[in-house]
């Protein structure tokens, strides 16, 4: 997620059997592993003009983990998603691609979809030099992954679609929605969770949180949430969406199945509980928790059982972000939530216009990259 469109997007795509690979890496080391994205407005890209009809572009959704990854953008001597997918793609085509991401990760975030772009041309192997028609996009697919899973598995493609040559994986996002998932408690976090979360030992006060999510939704000069190096030519950015919410917390056991018309009563009661998904967790009673193995910390958990962490989602959607501005917000959130800041405060911070002036950045951990929004062809 990087705020610097240092990377042009070139005017003529280059062929996969020559990519640019150094000039690419080098350009990607500038960027730091940024995590925040910035979009050029609408009719400020240029273009292909004549692109090479032998070419088809492929748009990938892919889901990682990001814990093992030094980032998202290709960069010498670290394990990258684009050297490792385009490790894949280059066994499945035989020859190397160049792949472009909508959006940045840095070390340590990790995308329930992150959306790039590879242009790829189809050569026969057993006549060399004859093109031969695009593969389909469930082809490419299923094969990208069967070669991702032979050497990782905190990876995976999970949709390809063919797009016209002129289709930008990152100047045509609209916007971008992020997750941050906290979990409250005294008890040290799950191993299940672990890298996955921010565990926040302290309780946290869901309302004055929501309060100050309100302070920040908007357009605004964000420079207190822009982190140094941040090399976007404006500060200014509008927040469409910015919300915190209580959730369950979904690494634990038995699980509370969703209610859905076509399940019939014999697989409902197979299950051991009772569906509460219509309710708010807030409304989930201690003796249901119990019931669960999911307890907030009382005398009543049998033993073996894990006492259950609180579990919060920041939900935050924009066009386009600051550098590090998300991990940011989440860290001044988390200050409101332990009661080290009042909603007086966020406002003082907005508009103190320095970074020095926000709290400490919430780690990379918690961070997902959850949707990139196109109007797909």
Same mark, same amino acid.
């Given at each position: ?13 280059? $062929? ?14 500038? =960027? ?62 035989? +020859? ?13 975030? &990790? ?72 979990? $409250? ?57 910015? &919300? ?15 209610? +859905? ?10 299950? $051991?509980?009772?569906?509460?998904? =219509? ?7 201690? $003796? ?56 007086? =405060? ?24 959850? &949707?990139?929004?196109? =109007?797909?062809?």
């Amino acid at each position: 997620m990087t705020e610097n469109p240092k990377q042009p997007l070139d005017n003529t795509p280059q $062929s996969p059997q020559r990519p640019l690979k150094i000039a690419k890496i080098e350009e990607d080391q500038k =960027d730091n592993k940024e995590e925040e994205e910035e979009v050029q407005e609408p009719g400020t890209v240029d273009e292909p003009m004549s692109p090479n009809p032998r070419l088809q572009r492929y748009f990938v959704a892919i889901e990682y983990i990001g814990t093992r990854f030094s980032g998202s953008q290709q960069q010498l001597k670290c394990r990258t998603v684009v050297g490792v997918l385009e490790e894949a793609f280059c066994k499945f085509i035989g +020859q190397p691609v160049s792949i472009f991401c909508s959006s940045r990760t840095d070390a340590g975030v &990790h995308a329930l979809s992150n959306v790039c772009h590879v242009d790829v041309e189809r050569i026969s192997k057993r006549k060399p030099g004859e093109v031969l028609p695009p593969h389909e996009p469930n082809v490419v697919r299923r094969a990208v992954n069967h070669f991702l899973q032979q050497h990782a598995s905190d990876i995976m493609v999970i949709d390809v679609r063919s797009v016209p040559a002129n289709f930008h994986a990152r100047y045509k996002a609209q916007e971008r929605t992020y997750f941050y998932r906290f979990l $409250s408690g005294s008890d040290s976090s799950s191993i299940f969770e672990k890298d996955r979360a921010w565990h926040v030992p302290e309780e946290l006060d869901l309302h004055a949180m929501q309060k100050a999510c309100k302070v920040l939704v908007g357009r605004h000069d964000f420079s207190s949430f822009r982190a140094s190096g941040c090399q976007a030519t404006s500060p200014i950015r509008t927040i469409d969406e910015l &919300h915190v919410s209580e959730v369950p917390a979904s690494t634990y056991f038995p699980y509370m199945p969703i209610k +859905q018309d076509n399940i019939n009563k014999e697989e409902c009661d197979a299950y $051991s509980i009772k569906s509460t998904s =219509d309710l708010p967790i807030s409304s989930t009673s201690d $003796s249901d928790n119990c019931s669960l193995g999911l307890s907030n910390g009382g005398s009543n958990v049998g033993f073996g059982i894990r006492k259950r962490h609180r579990c919060y989602v920041v939900k935050v959607r924009a066009r386009s972000f600051l550098y590090h501005q998300v991990r940011l917000i989440v860290g001044v959130l988390k200050s409101v939530g332990t009661g080290d800041l009042t909603i007086s =405060d966020v406002e003082r911070i907005l508009n103190a216009k320095t970074v020095t002036a926000a709290s400490p950045m919430a780690p990379a951990c918690g961070l997902y990259l959850g &949707h990139v929004k196109y =109007d797909l062809p």
